[in-house]
């Protein structure tokens, strides 16, 4: 069975710096597309940035500048280094996980919490 577990959330200032990771565990094939989502409170998932296999990052539009996803496909794990933190960026972030069959794995996400 493939796990996906995230750690690095938590409460930090405005301003501030946090970064998450993201660890497959289990057996599977290797990921095309590893991403990171969130759910801020009162509102519908988001996409915030996506890697390809082949290194090419995408983010969305609110965090572009900010925050940036990267990688380790040795460890299966991936990251996302987020700073200048605002309290707009307070949600629960998911990682997800796609291989090559389009298949999804989703981690139960991490709190991310910031003060103003």
């Known amino acids: 069975q493939v796990q996906l577990v995230e750690s690095g959330g938590g409460l930090v200032q405005a301003g501030g710096s946090l970064n998450l990771s993201c660890a497959a565990s289990g057996n599977h094939f290797s990921f095309e597309d590893m991403r990171w989502h969130r759910r801020p409170p009162g509102n519908v998932r988001e996409m915030v940035a996506t890697?390809?296999?082949?290194?090419?990052?995408y983010y969305a539009d609110s965090v572009k500048g900010r925050f940036t996803i990267s990688r380790d496909n040795a460890k299966s794990t991936w990251y996302l280094q987020m700073n200048s933190l605002t309290p707009e960026d307070t949600a629960v972030y998911y990682c997800?996980?796609?291989?090559?069959?389009?298949?999804?794995?989703w981690g139960h996400g991490t709190q991310v919490t910031v003060s103003s």
């Open positions: 997800n996980g796609l291989d090559f069959r389009r298949t999804p794995y």
């Open positions: 890697i390809s296999s082949g290194g090419r990052a």
